[in-house]
């Protein structure tokens, strides 16, 4: 698909005659011409990077009240041209009539439009400075309309969805904005608004040039949205949103203002760059598709991840300081630098994460930052890694078409494991330094992985060349095991040895702690495996522990064994970050069918549920706990199960003082009710509106409760979900639920129907949405009737990859097939990918992915080792 045309004859040149209705012209087009095809393909990228410079955008929209109603636009766009000889693609994924009119440096040229361009004629350009005028009709796809507001969300490549473009990456340019719009609407865009007009019906906002910005960062909303601005540290920034519970503003907006600046003052202080950018808004948005999104000026957030209420737990109000601090962390790594090409989005990413872990460790009171890094990154990290679908950190990309497939846990997660392997092993000193090199070097440009890579190697005397092949270059995780051998009751020898998972003779060089564990005391060591296989001296001469607990600092990657003794000594373990570990450890051990089984392992969870004293690894294990009873138990054995486990949550529950860990407990004992008196239970707390003693549920949570009331088929004498609606006073929140519904329902006409709807990509613009839906539909309690889904669900793939948003694809198999423990369920699966040898290796990936735990389940199910 990408490649160049082949020579047609001894000079190179090719003569094509393209017919345009009435008009026809002869092009001469040089052999190394770019083929018009779909995507935006790497070659044609490097073509225009090498011809396109000082590229910049005027852009104007006239957005009606009626969602129904098209988006008129024109736009100039301006750039200077190196080689006027072949003619040059602007890229627009929309169809012929949505382009009205195209002039060529003030000349009317045919409109060229075909597989996803509009191609501009050679003899209508001329070197140096051009313009291009245009008159269309703006795409819809990623203008994200609902009635009342709009937003742009254009990454990685859907600012072609919008408007013509040159969309890549390394064309960074200047946009100048104008946006018609009703008189009661707000907007927010990239650059500072210059001024309002309001005339009739309608107020037109005109924004100054942006900051020079890559294509995907471009952005607005606009909508009936309130504004609110405050001062922090001499910066003042603005907020759009649409929450209406006096409640989470009143507890919400402090701190996410307070977040912003501190997040701002960090980044600056570590990176020795003031802030680059001209201004620093954001806008709350119902749903959006992910927790944030970094468009400089003008950053999107997801409003439940920003607005929180009394309930709110420890983890939430973390989550949220994080996920501040990585939009904020954006505007150094990847808006002021900017990888060259999507191959590298996950520098971008890494960073963020890696930042924002360092900045919530200043800006949260009392925040553990190392078990936070460990339960935010390991778990997710293993998720796909241990998969047969595991993606390497850097992937190859052809086409930014593909690019969306790129995104995951391994580049959010495996990566800032990654990130600080390296800042350890090369000292955060030289790592700091070698950061700000690179942001100082690139700034308002673009970098390859490879060009930091040849900073921080300058820095350091380790290879960081062969280190990065393995790290960053190859998928998978090491295995690790242990020889410990004792005399007189001390350690004569410890070896500790690593093998890769998939087979192969690869070693993962890392630094990581091992724990020697006493009745009454710990020791700890650090293992620098940079082999195969090490021994540890300082272990020699010390006393046989009761057992090891290895990876005790949380910094080390891969499967790491676990001793059966260890269960019985978790509690007495002081530090929260070794427990975690160990945790991890466990969960990891018994999906590989390593040392103990499901029902052995949740026996432990249970005995630990009044022990942990930590609210975090509370959450990590009352997670697994649900995983492990859902996934990983056969029928009969959860359903006697059952009585005792909600028994010791409930028990749990009341035993804790602290309010958010209660919470935390309440909401398991919620997940995992499956007798009549649990469901009775929940039934009366959330009727009465009344909350165990204790735990502070609140409107979202009694949502919540509803529904998981209604996918049990509650027999309560009203129907709970329309009882619900009612108590519901946010309009965004009422139009979720009412969305939900059909995929709760009882009868299964209905979820049928339900189901049938998704095939239609607007009735899956609400991504959000739809990924909530679809864990309802396809919940364990309703296997029986949803599986019939699931070939369907794999045939929409393919289409839902070219009309979702970079996380859906995924989201979608994953909230499809993330219960499912069935051997018809897996063999659907294998049959699907058997099918079709050819099938896009990418997506092929993702099934792989999201099926695992299906894999998983198939065999733990039908054979428990004990």
């Known amino acids: ?284 948005i119902p749903d959006f598709q992910y927790g944030g999104m970094e468009h400089v000026g003008a950053i999107d957030y997801k409003a439940a991840s920003l607005f929180l209420d009394e309930g709110a737990t420890q983890d939430q109000k973390l989550a949220r300081a994080n996920l501040i601090s990585h939009e904020t962390a954006h505007m150094w790594f990847g808006d002021l630098v900017t990888m060259q090409w999507f191959n590298d989005v996950w520098m971008k990413e890494v960073f963020a994460n890696f930042m924002a872990d360092k900045i919530s460790q200043v800006a949260v009171a009392n925040s553990n930052y190392d078990l936070k890094f460990v339960l935010d990154h390991y778990p ?234 930590e609210e975090l690894n509370l959450k990590l294990l009352t997670g697994q706990v649900s995983e492990i009873y859902w996934k990983f138990l056969p029928t009969q054995e959860r359903t006697a199960l059952a009585l005792a486990l909600e028994k010791d949550l409930w028990q749990a529950m009341q035993q804790n003082a602290a309010p958010n860990a209660k919470k935390l407990l309440f909401k398991a004992y919620q997940s995992v009710a499956l007798t009549k008196p649990a469901q009775d239970q929940l039934y009366q707390v959330w009727a009465k509106e009344q909350a165990p003693a204790g735990v502070k549920l609140t409107e979202d949570d009694y949502t919540a409760l509803a529904q998981a009331l209604a996918v049990r088929d509650y027999p309560a004498e009203s129907p709970i979900l329309e009882k619900q609606l009612t108590r519901i006073k946010n309009a965004d929140r009422q139009k979720r639920l009412q969305f939900l519904m059909p995929a709760l329902s009882s009868d299964v006409r209905a979820r049928d129907a339900f189901f049938a709807s998704l095939k239609e990509d607007k009735n899956r613009e609400k991504e959000a949405w739809v990924v909530t839906a679809l864990g309802y539909l396809h919940h364990p309690l309703r296997a029986a009737t949803s599986e019939k889904y699931l070939p369907e669900s794999l045939a929409l793939l393919e289409e839902i990859q070219l009309t979702g948003d970079i996380f859906f694809p995924y989201s979608w198999l994953q909230a499809t097939f993330g219960s499912y423990q069935t051997p018809t369920a897996a063999r659907t699966v294998r049959t699907f990918l058997q099918a079709r040898p050819t099938y896009n290796p990418k997506l092929r990936a993702k099934i792989l992915q999201a099926s695992d735990d299906l894999f998983r389940a198939e065999k733990l199910v039908q054979h428990p080792q004990g």
């Open 1 to 284: 698909m990408n490649h160049l045309l082949k020579t047609f004859s001894q000079t190179g040149l090719l003569v094509l005659a393209v017919n345009l209705g009435a008009y026809s012209q002869k092009r001469m087009v040089a052999d190394n011409s770019v083929p018009v095809e779909k995507g935006v393909s790497e070659a044609l990228a490097s073509f225009r990077k090498k011809n396109v410079s000082q590229v910049a955008y005027n852009l104007a929209f006239t957005i009606p009240a009626q969602k129904a109603m098209p988006i008129t636009a024109s736009e100039s766009v301006f750039f200077h041209l190196k080689d006027n000889k072949q003619l040059l693609q602007l890229d627009f994924k929309e169809k012929n009539d949505h382009l009205k009119r195209v002039l060529v440096n003030k000349k009317v040229v045919p409109i060229d439009h075909r597989n996803e361009h509009l191609v501009l004629p050679a003899s209508a350009l001329r070197q140096g400075a051009n313009e291009v005028k245009i008159e269309f009709t703006a795409g819809n796809l990623s203008l994200n309309r609902s009635d009342d507001y709009l937003y742009t969300l254009l990454v990685p490549e859907r600012a072609r969805t919008v408007f013509p473009v040159f969309d890549q990456p390394n064309l960074k340019a200047s946009f100048t904005l104008s946006l018609s719009l009703p008189t009661a609407w707000q907007a927010v865009a990239n650059g500072p608004l210059q001024d309002s007009v309001v005339t009739g019906a309608s107020k037109t906002y005109r924004f100054a040039p942006s900051d020079t910005i890559s294509t995907y960062l471009f952005s607005f909303a606009a909508g009936k949205f309130t504004p609110i601005a405050q001062t922090l540290n001499g910066r003042t920034m603005n907020l759009l949103h649409r929450e209406t519970d006096p409640d989470k503003l009143r507890l919400s907006l402090g701190p996410i203002f307070q977040i912003h600046a501190d997040a701002l003052a960090f980044m600056q202080e570590y990176t020795q760059i003031p802030y680059p950018f001209r201004k620093f808004d954001f806008v709350a």
């Open 380 to 613: 997710a990290a293993y998720g796909i890694d241990r998969t047969s679908g595991a993606n390497p950190i850097r992937q190859p990309l052809a086409n930014l078409q593909d690019a969306g497939s790129l995104y995951g846990n391994i580049i959010y997660h495996k990566a800032p494991i990654m990130m600080r392997q390296l800042e350890r092993l090369m000292g955060p000193e030289a790592f700091q330094q070698g950061l700000r090199e690179y942001l100082k070097k690139y700034a308002h440009g673009n970098a390859t992985w490879p060009d930091l890579i040849a900073i921080l190697d300058a820095r350091t005397p380790a290879d960081l060349h062969a280190w990065n092949e393995v790290w960053v270059n190859e998928p998978g995780r090491p295995i690790f095991d242990f020889d410990l051998q004792t005399k007189d009751g001390k350690i004569t020898q410890l070896l500790v040895k690593q093998q890769a998972e998939d087979g192969s003779n690869r070693i993962w060089p890392q630094l990581f702690e091992v724990l020697l564990v006493y009745p009454n005391a710990v020791k700890e060591l650090t293992v620098n495996m940079s082999e195969r296989q090490v021994r540890l001296p300082d272990a020699e001469g010390q006393a046989a522990p009761s057992f090891i607990l290895f990876n005790s600092s949380g910094l080390g990657y891969g499967v790491f064994p676990v001793e059966k003794q260890m269960t019985a000594g978790l509690a007495s373990l002081q530090n929260p970050v070794a427990r975690a570990s160990a945790y991890v450890n466990l969960y990891e051990n018994m999906l590989n069918g390593r040392v103990i089984a499901p029902k052995q392992l949740l026996d432990v969870y249970r005995q630990l549920l009044t022990k942990e004293p």
